[in-house]
């Protein structure tokens, strides 16, 4: 009974390790993180491949580089405030005991997303752009005494990607850009488990399971952008999958101690093979005079790579675990993201900006968990630059996000080969979210 327990803990918590690598709840749709500058946050994150007005298109769009002719480097931070309300319906513990409820849960999180880029011209048609940035991840909390605790109680994703690219202008229409990308990421998850027995004989404090994995995964990515006019452009941007092999450690205390002996903490090794999806992004620009300007964006992400999450993990024979993987069904779809702004600029040293988006969420409301309360969303963003010298911008962002209230249905993940439920764990409810961000940005230029 003992050995089968451990086997149900570390299958149901170290699987959501992978859950939090490939299906986490960031701020753009999914698990994305669409702030890597601030220039577009006043307009939603609209026209990212086409504006091409400060080294931060070496992220979104390479190939707009080439429209800038001296050297300039960006330095970009956005914080982002997350309130997500649980209210449970139904919470059952790791032996399928059913929690008393307790009202809304709240999953409050503050958490800060930099980013850095640099841009240099080569020769008049050669130019070189780096991009650090930081394009997935998820920060949510829940109480250890919350009746989500048993889903979920700390979730953590961290990536960094090093993005240089090399763009290329062929005449006054057209340039092109190519680049890698080498991305590490890390996780975090904890949750609490629960006694093992429906009706144990002495009341058993919860232990708990503490997970970690971390990797690098390389990529590539291709743009081009295409001058109409000195007024009217066009850009489009595709960046690659990546394939991530992460490993790392899954730490448990089991809560067995009146039931089996000393209570003892054992630490596993856990991998998997998690895929980071490729996204393309189209967008237009067009400036009717020298102070109105509208610009418009497409997003398309390949989301539906995620299908179904395996979970490798290697524990001692003699404990009955073996190596046999668990599976999380996911079942996510492609996302498409639209946006639409428009900025204003009054005199040379100031810009007013507005923008509108709706963002599609790629999970499917059968498969929405704790740790995922994703869902539809618009977006409304406002924005402010202003020069501070010759040779310096500030940008000034601020957008808030209209989630759809959502209905989620936290099952676990399910053994692999014959497909039961790993615990008897599940939580049921219904989840409201707002998101606020921030963001400041400075701008040098070095002639």
């Known amino acids: 009974m003992v ?32 702030e890597q500058n601030v220039t577009n946050m006043g307009t939603a994150y609209s026209g990212t491949a086409a504006l091409a007005a400060d080294a931060s298109t070496a992220y979104y769009n390479p190939a707009g580089i080439t429209r800038l002719k001296h050297q300039q480097l960006v330095v970009a931070g956005a914080l982002i405030n997350a309130d997500s309300d649980v209210n449970p319906t139904l919470a059952q513990n790791n032996a399928g005991l059913v929690l008393a409820s307790r009202g809304e849960e709240n999953g409050d999180k503050l958490s800060s997303v930099p980013s850095l880029h640099y841009t240099s011209p080569v020769t008049d048609s050669i130019y070189l752009g780096l991009s650090v940035t930081s394009p997935f991840g998820l920060s949510t909390k829940y109480s250890e005494n919350s009746l989500l605790r048993y889903a979920a109680t700390r979730s953590e994703l961290k990536t960094i990607d090093i993005s240089p690219s090399v763009a290329y202008r062929f005449n006054q229409n057209f340039s092109f850009a190519v680049g890698a990308d080498a991305m590490w990421a890390k996780a975090h998850l904890d949750a609490q488990l629960s006694n ?34 000195e007024r009217t452009r066009f850009g489009l941007n595709y960046r690659s999958h990546v394939n991530i092999n992460a490993k790392g450690e899954s730490e448990q ?36 005079n020298e102070k109105f300007a509208v610009m418009a964006d497409v997003n398309w992400t390949d989301w539906s790579r995620f299908r179904t999450l395996r979970l490798r993990y290697d524990a001692p024979i003699a404990a009955g675990i073996g190596r046999s993987p668990s599976d999380t069904a996911e079942h996510w779809e492609d996302a498409v993201r639209v946006a639409f702004g428009m900025e204003y600029t009054p ?43 010759k040779n310096m911008w500030v940008d000034l962002g601020y957008a808030h996000l209209f989630f759809n209230g959502a209905d989620l249905d936290d099952k676990g993940p399910f053994n692999a080969q014959t497909q039961a439920r790993l615990t008897a764990a599940r939580l049921k409810g219904k989840v409201k979210t707002n998101v606020d961000l921030a963001g400041l940005q400075f701008r040098w230029t070095f002639n």
């Open 3 to 34: 050995l089968s327990q451990q086997k149900s803990y570390l299958g149901y918590v170290s699987t959501g390790l992978v859950a939090l690598l490939m299906a986490s709840q960031a701020w753009g749709a999914g698990f994305q993180i669409q």
């Open 196 to 229: 093992p027995a429906p009706a144990p004989a002495v009341t058993l404090s919860d232990g708990f399971q503490r997970n970690t994995a971390e990797d690098w995964g390389f990529g590539y990515h291709a743009s081009m952008l295409y001058e109409l006019s």
């Open 253 to 288: 205390m089991n809560p067995l101690v009146a039931v089996a002996g000393p209570m003892a903490r054992t630490t596993y090794p856990v991998n998997t093979q998690v895929t980071l999806p490729a996204t393309v992004y189209l967008s237009a620009y067009h400036a009717f």
């Open 347 to 389: 005199c040379d040293k100031y810009k007013l900006r507005f923008g509108l988006a709706w963002d599609e969420s790629p999970v499917k409301s059968e498969f929405r968990t704790a740790r995922i309360p994703d869902s539809d969303r618009i977006w409304m963003g406002f924005g402010l630059g202003f020069a501070l010298s």
